[in-house]
């Protein structure tokens, strides 16, 4: 099992980065998939949620600027992410969930975001 994330980076304030999963090694599209972020010395947070069967949610505080979309053909979760703030600077992480075994949940590695002038 793998999921690889990539196109984290350096960007300016307002700009925008979009976030990839590559998922491989399970039935991704039997999976929620979640991004989940940490940033330096604050917990976990989940900011965006896509089901198996496409319901969608965002944290508060990055709704209107993320967009979450999956696409199961090509086994890949995507992260769109646009007006950044600094605030968003964090490591961000793929995650898979089984809802039906708890055992069969996988994390990636993480990208790093980094919004700086």
């Known amino acids: 099992v793998q999921l690889v994330e990539s196109g984290g980076g350096l960007v300016q304030p307002g700009g925008s980065l979009r976030l990839s999963c590559a998922a491989s090694?399970?039935?991704?599209?039997?999976?929620?998939m979640r991004w989940v972020r940490r940033a330096p010395g604050k917990e976990r947070e989940v900011v965006a949620r896509?089901?198996?069967?496409?319901?969608?949610n965002y944290e508060d505080s990055v709704k209107g600027r993320f967009t979450i979309s999956r696409n199961n053909a090509k086994n890949t979760l995507y992260l769109q992410m646009n007006s950044l703030k600094p605030e968003d600077t964090a490591v961000y992480y793929c995650?898979?969930?089984?809802?039906?075994?708890?055992?069969?949940?996988?994390w990636g590695q993480g990208t790093q975001v980094t919004v700086s002038s």
């Open positions: 090694g399970f039935t991704f599209g039997s999976y929620d």
């Open positions: 896509i089901s198996s069967g496409g319901i969608i």
């Open positions: 995650y898979a969930e089984y809802r039906y075994d708890s055992r069969l949940n996988y």
